[in-house]
């Protein structure tokens, strides 16, 4: 093979994009209006599990009910990250690449932009009776007189010898990328409120306290640069709590109609009292923190008597609600300090209590008849394992015996009612009804420019969308006036301003429309 023959078959090789090319490629692709619609619906998409399915960060309460309802499927969703969607990695992903493919796009369409805006309008064509809008005036006209017309109708305008250019309607290409810009804000202030805000969870019982430190929350989620320093030092009491539902007689009976918590908040150490009627949607704002009110539920109280003699337990114990309608409630009540051996109950809450057939059931979700039907055991509560334990499970206690007889239904105790237990074990009372409230309090430093940059989104696109772009032309030729109009946005009509237009210059005129 001669020289010739080895470089031609060279030559005759695809030449591949090597490692810059397909870097090129990449960000091109990435950066391009297509990808970047691409990702905000993928951005929406990906957001629905979050309100279909229960959220960690938002009720825990309901996520736990979810797994005791369907473990199997419970446990393949967490998999997916379906119970902590805004938190999970290919959440993120789309967020990052969303906001890089809204950088990349934006800011150069941005300058170029800036560059048009400051570009002056181009000149006359020589021929106006060409553009799709033209005509030509009877009467006399000036270019001053043109150029007065044109700047009274807002048009910015240019000047030649025998010519004047205008043009308009900037502002949607303005409000194209106000929009996109304010939504690479919308983007980043999301960011910095996950950076450096923070949300908890925390029960309330009627009766107890709260203080905004890490400790006393059930569930504490954190920004990256949150320190425990940077929680706000306010505290409240749950005073009262009160919640009203349709009563008997309609058609919608038991349906919640208002939900509200009496507070009494110090904003900080020191600080006076204040009363907070806290509700639905309703925060209490101390300083930019929120606190919402997103739950309630009913927390029997009990007395325990150990075997002794001796008041092993006196307090509320909260119940998870397990149907929503009537607020039929669980209940797990741990006695370690009971003698000689360590207690615990079962309990099922019925705020409205009525007999069906060998069973009991709650009726009305209001607290008009109250009981509660308890189950006994007896054994170790496996404290000293180390082994952490939920306060509303006996699940994982396999040392734990029933007490006596246990049967499917027994009896429920009225307020006041007390269930002695088999073997001199005690007895355990059921002593009133209080109700707890779950609360979510929230720091979010982004809240403020992302209300503003939905703002700014909405009226960039109300801009982009009623704003077109057209340009006029004046010549004047052997002392007649010819005017020639250009619309530069597909699909909007021109015709019944350009009329006007035509109509301020000279009202003798004859205007056509050729299409």
């Not at 825990?60 to 999970?88: I, N």
């Not at 006196?314 to 009537?326: D, H, M, R």
């Not at 009804?433 to 982004?446: F, H, R, S």
Request: charged share 20%; aromatic share 10%; with cysteine.
């Amino acid at each position: 093979m001669t020289v010739v023959e080895e470089e031609q078959k060279q030559a005759a090789k695809p030449v591949g994009l090597g490692v810059i090319g397909w870097l090129r490629w990449g960000w091109r692709t990435l950066t391009s209006m297509r990808t970047a619609l691409i990702l905000l619906f993928l951005f929406a998409l990906a957001s629905v599990p979050g309100s279909v399915f229960p959220q960690r960060a938002v009720d825990p309460g309901q996520v736990a009910r979810y797994f005791a309802a369907e473990p199997v499927r419970a446990e393949w969703l967490d998999r997916f990250w379906m119970f902590d969607v805004f938190r999970s990695p290919w959440f993120a992903a789309i967020y990052l690449l969303l906001f890089l493919s809204l950088v990349g796009c934006v800011l150069p369409r941005t300058l170029a932009h800036l560059k048009e805006i400051r570009r002056k309008p181009p000149a006359a064509p020589r021929n106006l009776l060409r553009l799709p809008h033209h005509a030509e005036l009877d009467g006399e006209l000036t270019l001053a007189d043109a150029v007065a017309v044109l700047k009274k109708r807002r048009f910015r305008v240019e000047t030649g010898p025998d010519w004047v250019a205008a043009e308009k309607g900037h502002l949607r290409e303005t409000g194209n990328l106000v929009f996109h810009l304010a939504l690479l804000v919308l983007l980043l202030a999301v960011g910095v409120g996950g950076l450096y805000g923070y949300k908890g969870n925390v029960l309330v019982v009627e009766g107890d306290g709260f203080a905004n430190t890490v400790a006393a929350y059930d569930r504490y989620v954190p920004g990256a640069s949150v320190t425990a320093e940077s929680l706000e030092p306010f505290s409240f009491r749950l005073t009262d709590f009160q919640a009203t539902y349709v009563g008997p007689g309609h058609e919608k009976v038991g349906q919640p109609l208002t939900y509200s918590a009496t507070l009494s908040v110090k904003d900080a150490p020191g600080a006076p009292d204040r009363v907070v009627d806290l509700q639905v949607n309703e925060p209490l704002d101390v300083n930019g923190t929120l606190t919402y009110l997103i739950g309630h539920g009913y927390a029997p109280v009990f007395t325990v008597t150990d075997g002794a003699g001796q008041v092993a337990y006196e307090g509320p114990v909260p119940c998870l609600t397990s149907n929503t309608s009537t607020f039929e409630s669980e209940c797990v009540i741990k006695v370690p300090d009971a003698a000689p051996q360590q207690l615990a109950f079962l309990g099922r809450f019925l705020p409205s209590t009525l007999p069906a057939g060998d069973d009991w059931v709650s009726v009305f979700p209001g607290a008009v008849n109250p009981t509660v039907q308890i189950w006994p055991f007896a054994g170790d509560l496996g404290l000293d394992s180390g082994q952490p334990q939920s306060v509303y499970d006996l699940g994982a206690h396999q040392n734990l015996k029933p007490l006596g007889k246990m049967t499917a239904q027994p009896r429920p105790l009225a307020v006041g009612e007390a269930l002695d237990l088999p073997d001199g074990a005690g007895k355990i009372q059921f002593t009133g009804v209080k109700e707890w409230i779950a609360l979510q309090t929230t720091y979010d430093p982004g809240r403020m420019p992302a209300l503003l940059a939905s703002i700014a989104t909405v009226l960039g696109l109300v801009l982009s969308l009623t704003i077109r772009r057209r340009r006029v032309w004046v010549r004047m030729t052997d002392g007649r006036a010819t005017v020639g109009g250009l619309s530069r946005t597909e699909g909007s009509n021109f015709t019944d301003e350009f009329a006007e237009i035509v109509a301020s210059l000279n009202p003798r005129s004859g205007v056509t429309d050729d299409r």
